[in-house]
């Protein structure tokens, strides 16, 4: 941290990542066939914004990559190349090559291999122009090396720049007291003004008496506004419209700052006040204004130029005049900071170490404990509901919950660049084995806890591996089962019920069960006369040594089987499961919670023991009778819900706290589903409340438990156990679906 | 057996925590406990081994209790307020011990540790990693790694 410069290229590299993003963004509207100049100049602008800071750093060979990158996209620019799909295929590939480059000079690794080849490749595009392009490249690349940070600077914007036009007008405002009375404020004014035009602002608070002699109501500032660019006169004027009658305005045309100051003069010298800022910020103006009519007055000028040196002496005399001072301030500012940075931006961001948003995740998870244990002990102190102390309590709880929805937000980021990173997976798993795949993406705004995307990674590379080689047929097949050559992935991410859905879909030829199957038999997974149904044998692909070694190629068979993918899934929480239609093609989709940290959930008494279930897996809660429930098997029963069977779970028995009752006539139970649909009944003897519980993980301190997702604190200092209804219902006991217990999905 | 929770340290003496259970006498190397709390109930865990006596709330953290006299193939601790939870962490793990009472606090040469006899037969030896006398009562040195719950899940 020491080193400024080692900062600065910390924050360039930042920036290089969201240049990227929206290089590929651009590329990817590009390759639907947005063929407009703006995407074009996205991509340009991107990769020169690159270069340019590269520049600045020394990073030769990322300048040199950019560069011919960037020469290639100045011929498309220009329309001197046709945009045909192989085009934008290079571009995709150079874009995915810049990355690497971006990377290898951050980690000071070697540069990517293949840059040259794609480059040629690009440079080929051009023909005959590519050669003599070569040869300015080099000479330029040297040319680049002098650019300073041309980032954010180097945007198209519209602009005049300050000496290309003279000053068109010089306006005297000064505001009578009624203007403030009538609820008006000369900052906004003057705002709206710096939005038609470039001005340049000079706050004379000569006027303002000593603090004793300060009328508040009355005004004592005026302002001196120097317009530059294509405005009228009357446009200037509109801005003051309503204004009119409550103050002093004078419009010259010729810049008259040397008339500005004159009546004031001796007072002035007498009184020095004002805001510095201003008047050094007005200064240089007046001068650059000077190609224009020259000053014909300097000693306004000096008077000026002296403010500017006294004025820091002066006591800050708070009251009216000094806000009013304070307040003209930004308006000032801003049309210096539109000089420097044009760029629209996007909404203000801070960039925080996730470090600190971790630390306060947890402190916010020991906020919840506390107030549940504080609630707890308020409401075993017997105070009436409606005491001050409760209804203290239940505003401490609704802010504590906002607190906690807040931070969570925090740490949510759209799936977005995860999305990306696929898409770039798709181009190289797709080149390599020779199909043609499209990706598409959906729902990328989808915001998901930072942990879960960096732990999805993983799992869904392979995912979409899968999917390319062996979800997708070769284009011969699919042309011969009537589908287009080009295969489709599409990924998604959408909200469903408190959780975060993820599905990777592909159209191509579906399981086949058959050859599945008898994988299985052989590996002994199975045995051969079982009866699986369809989703079974699908979900014989996660068990752990499937291995589809005649099935798998170079590209997927890297070690990864799906039984991984699976179990990082559910060490985020989640589940897996796949559904497939022969020719058609086959989802996975993976089901995760929206946050490692809080849930909502239904606590709930079993045997005398506190258990928690995520309100998320819950559909309703029914009190049984004993005509709902039918015998199935000889242990095993389902209630009749509604002409639908639904399988009948006694968590007492399941979780080993007590046998199974004799009657669950009158008991309570909990309607939960699964990811598939399915549905089953878990009972427990009585439902406390619903609350927020913060998760704290088993994994750690003892490991995996079936049935149970984490632990939690409750109020009164007890670990509850948060369930996991679909994983319990898998490893259930009392359940004549033997073979789901080694399948489970 | 493992010799790995003993001391490492080149120090001539040992310092031991030495508790009851039943009618035995335990110790573990003190450097590796971190605090001793009195009883409290433990929430169950579904589908663990017996000896795991459950999992309380350690200002915040979840730790696991392992019942030490189950573990070592006697009666459970009786579990009332006279009984106490040795905190212990080895490596990276921390777990709670629950025996029935803490009883001294012991300055040993290193020289007077012998190794336990080779008897296989014995179910609780393999958790002992050391033997001494102090003022003709037999001490067990307890090896940790291979009482705490993690390595039981790997066995079982």
Redesign the interface.
């Known amino acids: 941290m020491s080193d400024p410069m080692a900062e600065i290229k910390a924050s360039f590299f930042i920036e290089c990542e969201e240049l990227l993003e929206s290089l590929q963004d651009a590329l990817s509207d590009l390759d639907e066939g947005a063929d407009d100049g703006e995407t074009i100049n996205v991509v340009f602008r991107a990769v020169h914004s690159i270069k340019g800071g590269a520049g600045a750093f020394g990073l030769d060979a990322l300048v040199a990559f950019a560069h011919r990158f960037e020469t290639v996209l100045d011929e498309l620019r220009a329309g001197r190349l046709d945009l045909t799909p192989e085009a934008v295929k290079l571009f995709f590939q150079a874009a995915d090559l810049l990355a690497d480059e971006i990377h290898a000079a951050r980690e000071g690794s070697r540069e990517p291999e293949a840059a040259e080849e794609c480059l040629q490749a690009l440079e080929a595009l051009l023909g005959d122009r590519g050669a003599a392009h070569r040869a300015d490249a080099e000479d330029e690349t040297e040319a680049a090396d002098f650019q300073p940070m041309g980032l954010a600077l180097d945007l198209d914007f519209d602009f005049t720049p300050e000496d290309a036009s003279p000053a068109s007008f010089t306006l005297q405002f000064r505001p009578d007291g009624a203007l403030y009375a009538s609820g008006n404020e000369p900052l906004q004014l003057l705002r709206a003004l710096a939005e038609i035009a470039e001005v340049s602002i000079m706050t004379d608070a000569s006027a303002v008496p000593p603090l004793d002699a300060l009328d508040p109501e009355e005004n004592h500032l005026s302002w001196t506004v120097q317009i530059t660019g294509d405005v009228t006169e009357d446009e200037i004027r509109e801005v003051f419209e309503f204004v009119e009658d409550v103050c002093q305005i004078d419009i010259s045309s010729m810049p008259k700052s040397s008339e500005t100051p004159l009546p004031e003069q001796p007072e002035l010298e007498s009184e020095p006040s004002g805001d510095t800022d201003e008047d050094e910020k007005f200064e240089p103006d007046a001068e650059a204004n000077g190609p224009g009519p020259v000053d014909p007055a300097p000693p306004p000028t000096n008077e000026i130029a002296e403010i500017a040196t006294e004025a820091p002496a002066r006591t800050p005399d708070p009251g009216p005049a000094e806000q009013q001072a304070e307040a003209a301030k930004p308006s000032a500012a801003q049309p210096a900071a539109s000089n420097t940075a044009p760029a629209a931006e996007p909404g203000a961001t801070v960039r925080v170490d996730i470090e600190r948003i971790d630390r306060l995740v947890n402190l916010v998870g020991?906020l919840v404990?506390n107030q549940a244990m504080l609630a707890q002990s308020v409401t075993e102190a017997g105070l009436p509901p409606n005491s001050a102390v409760n209804t203290g309590l239940e505003a401490f709880m609704m802010l504590t919950r906002d607190i906690q929805d807040s931070v969570m937000m925090i740490r949510a980021q759209p799936v977005k660049p995860l999305f990306q990173r696929m898409a770039r997976i798709v181009r190289e798993a797709s080149s390599a084995i020779g199909k043609d795949v499209r990706l598409k993406t959906e729902g990328e705004t989808t915001e998901v806890d930072k942990t879960v995307i960096e732990r999805l990674a993983d799992p869904l590379t392979h995912m979409i591996r899968n999917a390319v080689d062996h979800g997708l047929e070769t284009p011969d097949m699919r042309e011969a089962a009537g589908k287009p050559r080009e295969g489709v992935v599409i990924l998604s991410a959408h909200h469903r019920s408190g959780r975060v859905v993820i599905e990777v879909s592909d159209d191509g030829g579906g399981i086949d069960r058959k050859k599945v199957f008898e994988k299985a038999i052989e590996k002994g997974l199975v045995a051969s006369d079982a009866q699986l149904s369809d989703s079974e044998i699908d979900n014989l692909l996660f068990l752990p040594g499937f291995s589809t070694a005649d099935l798998v190629s170079a590209l997927s068979g890297r070690g990864v089987g799906m039984d991984v993918v699976k179990s990082s899934i559910q060490s985020l929480g989640g589940r897996i499961s796949i559904t497939s239609e022969p020719g058609k093609g086959s989802c996975f989709s993976i089901s995760l919670p929206l946050t490692l940290a809080v849930l909502d959930g239904m606590v709930v008494n079993v045997a005398g023991?506190?258990l928690v279930v995520p309100l998320s897996s819950i559909l309703e809660t029914a009190t049984l009778t004993s005509e709902d429930i039918r015998a199935l098997g000889p242990s095993t029963n389902v209630i009749h819900l509604r002409g639908a069977f639904v399988p009948l779970f006694d968590l007492g028995a399941?979780?080993?706290?007590r046998g199974p009752k004799r009657s669950y006539s009158g008991d309570v139970v909990l309607l939960t589903a699964q990811e598939d649909g399915a549905r089953s009944a878990l009972v427990v003897d009585s439902i406390l409340e619903q609350r927020q519980v913060v998760i704290?993980?088993?994994q750690q301190?003892?490991?995996h438990?079936?049935?149970?997702a984490a632990?939690t604190?409750l109020g009164d200092?007890?670990?509850?156990?948060i369930l996991d209804p679909a994983d319990l219902v898998q490893t259930a006991s009392g359940n004549t679906r033997a073979i789901d217990i080694s399948l489970a999905g | 057996m493992t010799e790995d929770t003993t001391p490492q340290n080149d120090a001539a003496e040992v310092e031991l925590l030495s508790f009851r259970l039943g009618e035995e006498e335990y110790s573990v190397d003190i450097m590796s406990v971190r605090e001793i709390r009195g009883w409290t109930?433990?929430?169950?865990?579904?589908?663990?081994p017996a000896f795991?006596r459950?999992?309380?709330?350690l200002r915040?953290?979840?730790?696991?209790v392992v019942d030490l006299s189950i573990r070592l193939g006697m009666e459970p601790v009786a579990g009332d307020a006279r009984n106490v939870i040795i905190v212990v962490q080895v490596g990276s793990?921390?777990?709670g011990l629950l025996v029935d009472a803490v009883s001294d606090i012991l300055a040993l040469p290193r020289s007077e540790m012998q190794s336990p006899p080779d008897l296989n037969a014995d179910i609780s030896q393999r958790y002992i990693s050391a033997l001494t006398i102090v003022d003709g009562r037999m001490i067990r040195i307890l090896d940790l790694t291979s009482v705490l719950?993690?390595e039981a899940?790997e066995a079982a």
């Open positions: 020991e404990i023991e506190t399941e979780l080993g706290y704290k993980g088993l301190s003892y490991g438990i079936p049935g149970v632990a604190i200092g007890q670990i509850a156990l | 109930r433990a929430t169950p865990l579904p589908h663990a795991i459950g999992v309380i709330n915040g953290t979840v730790l696991p793990q921390t777990a719950p993690q899940i």
